[in-house]
T-cell receptor, first 117, second 113 residues
Framework: GAVVSQHPSRVICKSGTSVKIECRSL??????MFWYRQFPKQSLMLMAT?????????EQGVEKDKFLINHASLTLSTLTVTSAHPEDSSFYIC?????????????FGPGTRLLVL | AQSVTQLGSHVSVSEGALVLLRCNYS??????LFWYVQYPNQGLQLLLK??????LVKGINGFEAEFKKSETSFHLTKPSAHMSDAAEYFC???????????FGKGTMLLVSP
């Protein structure tokens, strides 16, 4: 299988604080991890793509200084929402692709629901 | 550039009826196509994928999809709906040689007894 976990599954924080979300590939090495954001009743919007050991590539309109992404190893990527505000409240989902192969599939984590008060 | 259109934000069927969820795509390069299912407050689970092999792809839970290049379609079907199939379904496209997925807006499948 290809299992991806996220931690925490749910977080509530005060406005102005920073929140870190972890994404782990449990049984495979992931050269590439992706971070998505999903608003209620909407589709997934890609925020950034991260490759192990290099800087993340952010999609247009995503503030890289606000959404810090670190991909320190082949099994772990973190997304830090800095100085969170209520408008950052959302469902954040990560995915990971296995190392190698042209037909790599993205395997998704269970998501993290962030609520900023 | 690539995009996905899912016709119908909601599809309602009776238990035991045929399920048909529509997906049309556009891609400037040969596409890889995916269907994912999302249950409430959960991440996405891969149902099936087309990666330029057989055009009729069978997935989990009895779902299948057929890639039709002439129609630029990749519709998802299941012969007989179960109550447990009620969820949101997303079609996604990725150009071969590229890593990023582009998702459709999703279709909520409602199954009534």
């Amino acid at each position: 299988g290809a299992v991806v976990s996220q931690h925490p599954s749910r977080v509530i924080c005060k406005s102005g604080t920073s929140v870190k979300i972890e994404c782990r590939s449990l049984d495979f090495q992931a050269t590439t991890m992706f971070w998505y954001r999903q608003f209620p009743k909407q589709s997934l919007m890609l925020m950034a793509t991260s490759n192990e050991g290099s800087k993340a590539t952010y999609e247009q309109g995503v503030e890289k200084d606000k959404f810090l992404i670190n991909h320190a190893s082949l099994t772990l990527s973190t997304l830090t929402v800095t100085s969170a505000h209520p408008e950052d409240s959302s469902f954040y989902i990560c995915s990971a692709s296995k190392a190698g192969g042209r037909q790599e599939t993205q395997y998704f984590g269970p998501g993290t629901r962030l609520l900023v008060l | 550039a690539q995009s996905v259109t899912q016709l119908g934000s909601h599809v309602s069927v009776s238990e035991g009826a045929l399920v048909l969820l529509r997906c049309n795509y556009s891609s400037s390069v040969p596409p890889y196509l995916f269907w994912y299912v999302q249950y409430p407050n959960q991440g996405l689970q891969l149902l099936l994928k087309y990666t330029s092999a057989a055009t009729l792809v069978k997935g989990i839970n009895g779902f299948e999809a057929e890639f039709k290049k002439s129609e630029t379609s990749f519709h998802l079907t299941k012969p007989s709906a179960h109550m447990s199939d009620a969820a949101e379904y997303f079609c996604a496209v990725r150009g071969s040689g590229y890593s990023t997925l582009t998702f459709g807006k999703g279709t909520m499948l409602l199954v009534s007894p």
